[in-house]
């Protein structure tokens, strides 16, 4: 099954940076940079094509997606190349050489699968497992329904019902950001894996290849000027647990995941656009990029925009202020006009963003609250040991954020890392710390979710690691040279090289550190504890709410019912079973709304469904419906089985009254507490 797996995520790979990359060559990026970015620019492809597609009702597969995504990238690599090619735009690294810029990102992607082999797939009870979170669900279930359906339109994407039975099927759909689930689609088609295991290797994809070299991109701009401080990066940037490697374990948050992967390399792209040393047709092709690749968020998972805005909103400033120098004013005048020009900035992100506080399209992203998870103090001591959401201390890395963030102070270029992540972490205290009006304005972008916020923060810590890290570096080779001239005036060419080796023993020490060892305040390192979170999160043997002993009955239950509806239970995990095993259960998600727009049918069968052998309009309404069996995993246990949050028993009393017993249905598969059950009334 891993041989699946790792077909799988080569799949993935091809689908999100083939059409990108080409597309970006010919828009004038440098090979490295261009494959870097690539995803969300194929993210966005695949997204507009399935909305095009479906408004003029074809239906299509995989192939048809990749073949016209490949043919507009084309279009753009012919037009260019006509056109005259150029120089490439190139950054940190691959300034000086191309081979350099391979080579680092090259670190990049070779640290991130490291780290995602030994804490998230080494864990995996199989490549097949997958947490039974409330997400989940849906995420399953759109993979397939989209694969079922042949149609991809992020616009249709809330209806998981491509057979026209069950639950919602009668309702219209509307806009997600699935474009995530569109990819996931397109594997599975193309593999005929599990869609569970495609969900998995899409996740490890983005946590382990797609963030790295988005990293890559970012870092490269910010240190420019400094490759070896770049390379430096790929050390760092998967060293936070909070991003990506919890998102593995809490949701799931799949889109989220992809778009935060994506949009460090997006922003990159606007801050090399508000470079003055840019050219006009650089200018042209970062511009485009950014545009892409924002639509690409907005329908992957737009709160990522809203990050980058926060991450970049200190450089916007720094830029504005640098505009009066080039202003025919006066050396008296100028300084007026940089604070004018920065407030004037500043008034106009305030609008803007308030003015999307009270877009009537965000009310339900706003609705959404999350209680305080710290006491206020008690979060100042956590958020400064990147103990963002959970007790999961790095305090050799918050050391290394401090120091960056110390050094920016020194060094004022760098001055606007700082000013972002203090803004980011000051959003996320207030999620995890305060209720009110004011945590509603600044991050109900993010649902006022800390693990989301967290993710963020994690986004703006990285610069400050790198540069701690390199602070650390510089110290221990000062250290080093001083020693050495003891014993001469000025230093041999061993020295040198001992201070090299000397370098990349101090920073082999920090990566321990980082990734291995408990130290000071930590009970367990902070990768130990999000392993073990893992590993209980993906064990599929030992589960409350869906096992393998329920899965494998599922499967035989699916070769025994076929595509026919079946009746179920979603709270004892048969919500999972559409997109898990491809069982066409009525209900399809664990988040019905019961209180409006539910179909009388499913109203019926909810709360008389004991009656459907006794009771003629209990038995018209599973005739009405199509239901041809009925699902339970836990008879005679719904008192006694743990349910989900979204259970109440008083919105089950039919269902919960089913027994081998009841008139009206027949015993077809039996083992343990799990039945199907055939309608014969």
Request: proline fraction near 4%; hydrophobic fraction near 55%; include cysteine.
């Amino acid at each position: 099954m891993w041989s699946s797996f790792l077909i799988a995520v080569v799949v993935a790979v091809v689908l999100l940076y083939v059409p990108g990359s080409l597309a970006l060559r010919g828009a004038g990026l440098s090979a490295p940079l261009a494959v870097a970015c690539a995803p969300f620019v194929s993210m966005f492809l695949y997204a507009a094509i399935g909305i095009v597609l479906k408004a003029a009702g074809v239906v299509a597969s995989w192939v048809t997606l990749l073949a016209i995504a490949l043919v507009l990238a084309g279009v753009v690599y012919a037009l260019s190349r006509a056109r005259g090619g150029g120089e490439a735009l190139a950054l940190g690294p691959s300034r000086g050489s191309l081979r350099a810029g391979w080579l680092v990102l090259a670190c990049y992607v070779t640290v991130g699968v490291l780290v995602g082999l030994c804490c998230f797939l080494s864990v995996m009870d199989g490549p097949e497992s997958f947490p039974r979170q409330i997400d989940t669900v849906f995420h399953l279930a759109r993979i397939r329904a989209y694969a079922e359906s042949g149609t991809f339109s992020v616009l249709d994407a809330t209806n998981c019902f491509p057979d026209g039975m069950g639950y919602g099927a009668a309702l219209p759909g509307g806009f997600y950001p699935a474009a995530w689930h569109v990819v996931g689609a397109m594997v599975y088609q193309a593999t005929g894996f599990a869609v569970s295991l495609v969900l998995n290797a899409l996740d490890f994809a983005f946590a382990a290849i797609v963030f790295p070299a988005s990293m890559y991109v970012l870092l490269s701009y910010v240190f420019d000027d400094h490759p070896k401080v770049v390379a430096l990066g790929s050390l760092v940037t998967v060293a936070f647990v909070a991003f990506p490697w919890r998102l593995l374990t809490f949701g799931l948050l799949c889109s989220n995941l992809a778009s935060f992967a994506m949009a460090p390399a997006v922003a990159a792209c606007f801050a090399c656009l508000i470079d003055p040393m840019r050219g006009a047709r650089h200018r042209l092709a970062l511009l485009a990029a950014f545009a892409v690749g924002c639509c690409a968020l907005a329908v992957t998972q737009p709160n990522a925009i809203f990050t980058i805005a926060v991450l970049l909103w200190p450089l916007c400033a720094w830029r504005m202020a640098g505009l009066a120098d080039r202003l025919h004013v006066s050396d008296r005048a100028r300084p007026l006009a940089r604070v004018a020009l920065v407030a004037a900035f500043l008034a106009l992100a305030a609008v803007a963003w308030v003015a999307l506080y009270h877009a009537s399209f965000m009310s339900g992203v706003l609705s959404i609250d999350w209680w305080p998870v710290y006491g206020k103090g008690e979060a100042v001591t956590e958020l400064l040991l990147l103990a963002y959401r959970d007790p999961m201390r790095q305090v050799a890395l918050a050391i290394l954020v401090a120091a960056g963030g110390l050094y920016t102070l020194h060094e004022r270029r760098y001055l606007w890392l700082s000013l972002s992540y203090v803004s980011m972490l000051a959003i996320h205290f207030l999620v995890v710390a305060t209720d009110g009006r004011l945590k509603h304005l600044l991050a109900g972008f993010w649902y006022r979710d800390p693990f989301r916020t967290a993710s963020s923060c994690v986004i703006m810590a990285i610069p400050l690691a790198v540069l701690g890290l390199y602070v650390v570096c510089r110290a221990v080779t000062a250290v080093w040279t001083r020693v050495t001239r003891r014993r001469a005036a000025r230093v041999r060419p061993s020295a040198k090289g001992s201070s090299v080796v000397v370098s990349l023993v101090a920073v082999a020490a920090v990566c321990v550190l980082v990734y291995g060892v408990a130290l000071p305040g930590e009970d367990a390192s902070a990768f130990s504890l999000v392993t073990t979170t893992n590993a209980s999160e993906y064990d599929m043997e030992d589960n409350p709410y869906l096992d393998a002993t329920e899965l494998s009955f599922a499967e035989r239950c699916k070769a025994i019912v076929g595509d026919d509806l079946v009746y179920d239970f979603p709270e004892d995990g048969s919500a999972f079973l559409y997109g898990a095993v491809g069982l066409h259960t009525y209900y399809r998600s664990l988040n019905a709304d019961f209180d409006e727009g539910e179909p009388a049918a499913s109203k019926t069968l909810r709360l008389h469904l004991d009656e459907i052998g006794t009771n003629a309009d209990v038995t018209a309404a599973a005739h009405d419906a199509g239901v041809g069996y009925v699902l339970l995993l836990d008879v005679g246990e719904a008192d006694v089985e743990p349910h989900f949050l979204t259970y109440d028993a008083t919105e089950w009393v039919g269902v919960n009254a089913v027994g081998d017993d009841t008139p009206g249905l027949e015993v077809v598969l039996s083992e343990g507490d799990m039945r199907l059950y055939r309608v014969v009334a």
